[in-house]
């Protein structure tokens, strides 16, 4: 990388702040442990035939029937915390992940191609957006899930069909303001094709603003997607995420048996806060007229 380089330049701002430089760390080293579950984790929580109902609500530290400690303890169904949350974070990961990008992609799609359209069909389509905005991001997740039913593939779908308002209104925004530059009118003067100018020109100057974006809609689709485990209508039972952990020792806390739930929230809230802050130093980066 030259140190000359909008990147390194981009790289040599993050670094002084230590406290997203931690956050970065954070994020790294979860995804890191999520990636390499099947060869940290003591166990396969998704192999029903390796888990025995005599290990079941172990106290952490426990040494169980298979003859390994469970660091975290068990849940109810005798999987151990340590490996299923590893598990889980993969899960909650994948699902963000892939849900944030195809919602990005929709999102930013439409929101470009109405701010260069213009007349009615931009005003249908920001219509069609306002009205998604006005309901709330979990309203619409928790009934497209209900809808569609558990499972991967459905969930995604509904992760995203609920976040890609957010990216389309953004790149309306940023791609208005694009619209009416000099270099824009100059590209369109000149025999290039309308796509050429819209992705090789428009798009590229509305990235800054959608990265922020996409940086809270990553954190905030794994945050839906957990709240939708937890209340029954995101993945099915075989394939834990951390909100259907956290759900399986909810009925446990009153009777003392606190680390079912406790221990696969905290992971989700170390993961959830540690992007948000990554996502809070790259907004300030990107528009500095919000530096503190």
Request: hydrophobic share 75%.
């Given at each position: 990388m030259r140190q000359d380089s909008?990147?390194?330049?981009?790289?040599?701002?993050?670094?002084?702040?230590k406290v997203a430089v931690a956050?970065?760390?954070v994020v790294v080293a979860m995804v890191g442990v999520a990636l390499l579950a099947p060869l940290i984790a003591p166990q396969d929580p998704y192999d029903l035939a390796k888990l025995a109902l005599m290990d079941a609500r172990r106290p952490p530290g426990t040494v169980g029937s298979a003859g390994y400690v469970h660091w975290l303890g068990t849940d109810a169904q005798g999987r151990d915390l340590f490996s299923a949350i590893l598990y889980g974070l993969r899960i909650s990961l994948q699902m963000g992940l892939v849900a944030g990008g195809i919602a990005f992609i929709v999102g930013v799609g439409l929101g470009i191609c109405a701010a260069y359209l213009g007349g009615r069909r931009e005003?249908?389509?920001?219509r069609v957006v306002d009205l998604q905005l006005a309901f709330p991001a979990i309203l619409l997740a928790l009934v497209l899930s209900a809808l569609l039913g558990q499972g991967k593939a459905q969930l995604i779908a509904a992760l995203a069909a609920a976040q890609y308002a957010y990216f389309a209104r953004t790149a309306h925004g940023a791609a208005s303001a694009e619209r009416g530059k000099d270099y824009v009118e100059a590209a369109l003067s000149t025999p290039l094709p309308a796509r050429q100018v819209v992705w090789r020109h428009i798009l590229p100057n509305c990235l800054p603003p959608l990265i922020v974006v996409a940086t809270v809609q990553v954190a905030n689709a794994i945050a839906l997607e957990a709240t939708l485990s937890f209340l029954g209508v995101g993945l099915p039972v075989t394939e834990p995420s951390l909100g259907a952990l956290i759900a399986n020792g909810f009925q446990y806390m009153l009777s003392g048996r606190y680390w079912i739930s406790i221990y696969p929230g905290?992971?989700?809230?170390?993961?959830i806060v540690a992007i948000?802050?990554?996502g809070d130093q790259v907004r300030d980066q990107v528009n500095p007229r919000l530096k503190r």
């Open positions: 909008p990147a390194a330049r981009f790289w040599a701002e993050f670094r002084e702040s956050a970065l760390a005003a249908f389509i920001m905290l992971a989700l809230i170390v993961l948000n802050l990554v």
